[in-house]
Structures are given as C-alpha cells and as structure tokens.
C-alpha cells in the first residue's frame, strides 16, 4: 500500500557529507508533516528534523543544528536530508516518516519507511 522510501545513505569519512531523499509512493504526502529520525545499534530511536506541511514550519535535534538541513520538493511530497559535517556518532539507520500534527515525537507519525544506512569512519 502506502510506502515511504528513504535512498542515499553510504559511507562516508567524517567531515563528508551526504544528501538524503524519502520518495512516497501509492499517495501523497504533500499534506503531511515529514520528519526525519535515526537509530544507532543498542540505542532507542531519536528525533533528527522535521518539517510542516507547507515548509514554514521546521525543527531540528540540537545534535545536527548547524550541520543538517531539511527540505521538502517543490510539490511537496517529497523530503530531503542534507547532512554535512558529519561526525562519527551520526552514524545510524536513518528513517524517513509522516504524519498529522509537528512533532518531535515518534508517535506523532503514522507512516514510516524502512530506513537507510549511514555510517560515518573516523
């Protein structure tokens, strides 16, 4: 049915940086608020960025301020990462989400996609 697509993860060395897209499929998702979260292994999920409906609205963990940048395509169904400057502990499965209300939460969102692996080397 419905499907949330995260590409572009790889390895990249610290410092580098990455570009992440989230593609949905079977919908649209340009009335949605989109957000962006990561899991390391043996740690919980946390909140990375996120963004409105519209794009006015946009939020991001104090851990990546500065460094990552979210956006939304012009349609807006679509959601980027940009993560530059990346250090080792950035290093997770990164997952793309949507949902009704902005939140920083992970039970905010209703739709999720199955990840892409992001590993930074020292």
């Known amino acids: 049915q419905v499907q949330l697509v995260e590409s572009g993860g790889g390895l990249v060395q610290a410092g580098g940086s990455l570009g992440l897209s989230c593609a949905p499929s079977?919908?649209?998702?340009?009335?949605?608020?989109m957000g962006w979260f990561r899991q390391a292994p043996g740690k919980e999920r946390e909140f990375v960025a996120a963004?409105?409906?519209?794009?006015?609205?946009?939020s991001y963990a104090d851990s990546v301020k500065g460094r990552f940048t979210i956006s939304r395509g012009n349609a807006k169904n679509t959601v980027n990462l940009q993560m530059n400057s990346l250090k080792p502990e950035d290093t997770a499965v990164y997952y793309c989400?949507?949902?009704?209300?902005?939140?920083?939460?992970?039970?905010?969102?209703?739709?999720w996609g199955q990840g892409t692996q992001v590993t930074v080397s020292s």
């Open positions: 079977g919908r649209t998702f340009s009335n949605y608020d």
């Open positions: 963004i409105n409906w519209n794009g006015g609205r946009i």
């Open positions: 989400a949507a949902g009704t209300t902005f939140a920083a939460t992970m039970t905010s969102y209703d739709y």
